[in-house]
């Protein structure tokens, strides 16, 4: 079953816990970004483990080894199940993020997070994205012990069939039919990334912005549940 994972892209801390506080009950990922990453990280980190929610960390690492390893060990908390890093940083970089986030966990007693590493920005249009690449970048996630990979919808099937099912993807970019794409290129609605075999799909101001957040989740997950993979 793949999960739905919300976007909280918001400018304040209140926000995103009223976000939080919303839709908890609903069998979410919650994704902090860079924007809430910076902005109230011990924060909001503290409300989602006090709801005991799933959190992905979209900190998008990318460093010399040593120096993204050891950021990878100050993200590392209860709440936090996925952190995403830079495949572009190479192998041996996600090698030191994975290795660096499991003895973290190990020493405080946590579930180790799943590393993400993110192959082409889905703001990236299809011409300059080419599914080989992609391929080529999520290889470099596989040979270092990475859960997954984050990419588009697109790229979905060509990753599953070279890796298998052992390496997740997560898929960003995702519009339900008829929302703007915005800032987005590479994009896709929910149906079309389940039917890919998508494991996560990240959905941000199609809920964040909605009029009524949870008929909008409640709508994402019937479409994702209906749609076979």
């Known amino acids: 079953m793949s999960a739905l994972v919300v976007a909280l892209d918001v400018p304040s801390a209140e926000r995103a816990q009223a ?3 919303e ?3 609903f069998d979410l990922v ?15 980190l503290r409300h ?3 709801r005991d929610v799933r959190v992905c960390i979209d900190a998008k690492l990318h460093d010399i080894p040593r120096t993204a390893g050891a950021a990878a060990r100050q993200l590392v908390s209860p709440a ?11 192998t041996e970089m996600l090698r030191a993020v994975v290795d660096a986030a499991g003895e973290r966990a190990a020493e405080i007693g946590v579930t180790a997070p ?12 299809a011409e300059d994205a080419p ?4 391929v080529e ?7 270092a012990g990475c859960a997954g990979v984050v990419c588009s919808a697109r790229e979905v099937r060509s990753v599953k069939e070279t890796f298998g099912e052992g390496l997740a993807t997560l898929v960003p970019g995702i519009r339900p039919a008829g929302f703007a794409a915005a800032d987005q290129r590479r994009v896709a609605t929910p149906a079309q990334a389940i039917a890919a075999g998508a494991d996560y799909v990240v959905v941000g101001r199609p809920v964040t912005e909605a009029a009524d957040r949870r008929a909008a989740v409640a709508s994402l997950l019937e479409e994702m549940a209906l749609q076979p993979r």
């Open 131 to 134: 599914v080989e690449r992609v």
């Open 80 to 90: 936090v199940r996925m952190i995403t890093a830079h495949a572009t940083g190479g």
């Open 114 to 125: 799943g590393i993400f590493a993110v192959t082409l920005l889905t703001s990236t249009a």
């Open 19 to 21: 976000i939080v506080d």
């Open 137 to 143: 970048l999520a290889s470099l996630a596989c040979d």
């Open 30 to 44: 919650f994704k902090i970004g860079l924007e809430s990453l910076l902005g109230y990280r011990e924060r909001i």
């Open 23 to 25: 839709l908890y009950d």
């Open 48 to 50: 989602c483990e006090e």
